[in-house]
């Protein structure tokens, strides 16, 4: 399937580097956008700083690459001043939850009418690889060359904690499960995450000896943990192995929620 | 036909908003400014518009500019602290020629400073205080009245210039008690719509280019980033960098006659006050008092662009003195365009000058 006729062709060739697990998740989340039958005038894709939120910049709608960390309150903006428009917000584990972590929580909080997917390659990206507030313990970033000490966020916890309606991770691996998670987001009122892990040879792969982009997403896929299966674990008194994060729908609720088209 | 009312300034700075349509408010509560955001959080649901009050003045601003680009007549209001806060996104507002209205009832700084005593040290920061280069609009009401007035009309700059607009209050102005004459309705400009046939950055001879609003089709893409006139990102091209920020700083400084805003008293004086905001009221008070001195006063309403022209009216003006609550902010930028003495009368503590020490100040050398 393509979905050439939401793309800026004449923006064309794309910033991301070769091996880049970003483009798999603009690919899936305009699949699901396509889905909706939303209309190109009625949708805008808002974003802050860093790779991932150069994505709006080659879509063929409305479209705001806003200051480091801010795209969420710039979109709330959007969204109260117009409710009609379709509001999707382009995000990285650095703009969202380092810089723009305040912002993430009270846009939960307000639970607004907003999607937000946010493409975590646990690094600095587009600064040349500097640790983030995902980057795994032990894991090698150029600010963290002997490994990072510093315990990672679990942003779709945070995300639920906050008050989000409804929080799905899964991986640049899980396509399928990827584009039907961002559609149901799409779908539901109020504050919906998305956090899509992705590989990022050039920063993060080559420090963190995944030698070839496909050794990086086969490790998101083995270490993927189904979250049906955590929750089978659980039940059975099972440990979950540190190395796992869980995938899946992991919340889905209909609490009020601030912005949306009556 | 008008009505009077009996209003504080912050009052007044909210209705003249209302008056000129303002229909988003993002704000963050913050004294001595407050009572703007209560106002407009009673007043503008009923009016079918929005009130939001963000998680802080970074959020407050970037929400406004959001708000902008679906059409909104945006607003939100601060204080220094905010101030500060929010002058990231100011740029960005700048650099993506976003229609918006900033209000700063100015208080007491730097820092946390004097949150409940006036001051005008931000005159300064609001014109320069992001970074990079750029131009931006300030207005200086003096009483209640123009409070109301200043904000109405900050709202047909912003929209006509595609530019942030300031109004730069002071406590004093913000919280003064006085009669105020509200008229039924007042002047709207309006932003310039993008034409179909017209790339989104492209701008006219008046160096301003149509507003592609969100949601009507004109897929504009808008970015912080140094752009091209398809509003696409071109960060490394150095003639388009150079003509893209001399653009936004032209488009206001061409401008400036357009918008200059003064009362020109006593233009043969030899002795001349120049003030802005709150220390108008006490040089009003002087020429009152001394009718006799023939006293010259250039009364500033529009501080930036600098009304530069207006200083040569003043044809045997020997001294300027400037009072204001700062050490000399505007006092400097008067002396880049005079040959005589500018002698400033900076104020700090909070409180505004006594008509006795401007009077005393007409007598020293």
């Known amino acids: ?262 | 036909m008008t009505r009077v009312e009996f209003w504080q300034g912050n009052t007044a700075c909210a209705e003249g908003a209302l008056a000129a349509g303002c229909n988003f408010f993002g704000g963050y509560p913050i004294t001595p400014s407050t009572e703007v955001a209560e106002h407009m959080a009673a007043k503008l649901p009923k009016k079918g518009g929005v009130f939001i009050q963000m998680e802080d003045e970074i959020a407050s601003m970037a929400s406004i500019i959001g708000a902008s680009w679906t059409g909104a007549r945006a607003m939100t209001a601060t204080s220094g602290p905010g101030f500060s806060l929010m002058m990231e996104n100011i740029g960005f507002a700048a650099m993506t020629e976003t229609p918006c209205v900033v209000v700063n009832v100015q208080r007491g700084g730097p820092s946390t400073g004097q949150p409940t005593m006036a001051a005008q040290g931000d005159m300064m920061q609001c014109r320069f205080g992001s970074h990079g280069d750029y131009a931006v609009i300030a207005l200086c009401p003096a009483s209640v009245q123009e409070m109301f007035e200043l904000t109405a009309r900050a709202f047909n700059l912003a929209d006509q210039y595609r530019v942030p607009v300031f109004i730069m209050a002071d406590e004093t102005v913000g919280h003064m008690r006085e009669k105020i004459l509200v008229p039924d309705s007042v002047e709207r400009v309006l932003r310039k719509p993008q034409r179909a046939d017209v790339l989104p950055f492209h701008a006219d001879e008046d160096l301003i280019p149509g507003f592609g609003q969100f949601g009507t089709g004109h897929n504009v893409h808008v970015t912080g980033l140094t752009h091209d006139e398809r509003g696409y990102p071109a960060a490394t091209n150095p003639p388009l960098h150079a003509a893209l920020v001399q653009r936004l700083v032209d488009k206001i400084e061409n401008a400036r006659d357009a918008m200059a805003d003064y009362d020109i008293i006593n233009p043969d004086a030899e002795q001349v006050f120049v003030a802005y905001g709150g220390p108008v009221r006490p040089v009003q008070q002087v020429l009152h008092d001394h009718p006799e001195k023939n006293i010259g006063f250039l009364r500033i309403r529009t501080v930036w662009p600098f009304p530069e022209k207006a200083l040569a009216k003043f044809k045997n003006a020997q001294r300027f003195l400037v009072p204001e609550m700062n050490l000399g902010q505007i006092a400097r930028e008067i002396e880049r365009h005079v040959r005589v003495p500018v002698k400033s009368l900076g104020k700090l503590g909070g409180e505004l000058h006594t008509p006795k020490e401007l009077a005393a100040a007409l007598e020293a050398t």
Request: aromatic share 8%.
């Open chain 1, 1 to 262: 399937m393509s979905y050439d006729e939401w793309f800026r062709q004449d923006r064309l060739p794309h910033i991301y580097c070769a091996g880049c697990g970003n483009g798999t998740i603009i690919n899936c989340t305009l699949a699901a956008v396509d889905q909706m039958g939303w209309k190109k005038e009625e949708t805008v894709f808002v974003s802050g700083i860093g790779c991932s939120s150069r994505a709006p910049g080659y879509i063929l709608t409305d479209s705001l690459h806003t200051t480091h960390g801010r795209a969420l309150p710039f979109a709330t903006g959007v969204k109260m001043a117009n409710p009609d428009l379709h509001v999707v917000v382009f995000t990285g584990d650095g703009d969202l939850a380092a810089i723009g972590g305040n912002h993430f929580i009270h846009a939960c909080r307000r639970n607004i009418d907003l999607t937000v997917i946010c493409m975590n390659n646990q690094i600095y990206g587009m600064t040349g690889g500097q640790g983030s507030p995902t980057t795994p313990k032990g894991c090698l970033s150029s600010t963290t060359p002997f490994g990072c000490a510093e315990t990672p966020f679990d942003l779709c916890e945070l995300a639920t904690a906050a008050g989000a309606n409804y929080v799905s991770r899964w991986t640049s691996y899980h396509v399928k499960e990827l584009e039907k998670a961002v559609k149901v987001g799409l779908e539901t009122p109020g504050f919906s995450f998305i956090e899509a892990l992705v590989q990022c040879p050039t920063a993060f792969g080559r420090r963190n000896k995944f030698r070839q982009v496909a050794d990086h997403v086969d490790y998101l896929k083995v270490h993927s943990l189904l979250k049906a299966k955590r929750d089978r674990m659980l039940d059975a008194g099972e440990a979950i192995p540190e190395d796992l994060f869980v995938v899946g729908e992991l919340t889905k609720r209909s609490r009020p929620a601030l912005g949306v088209k009556l």
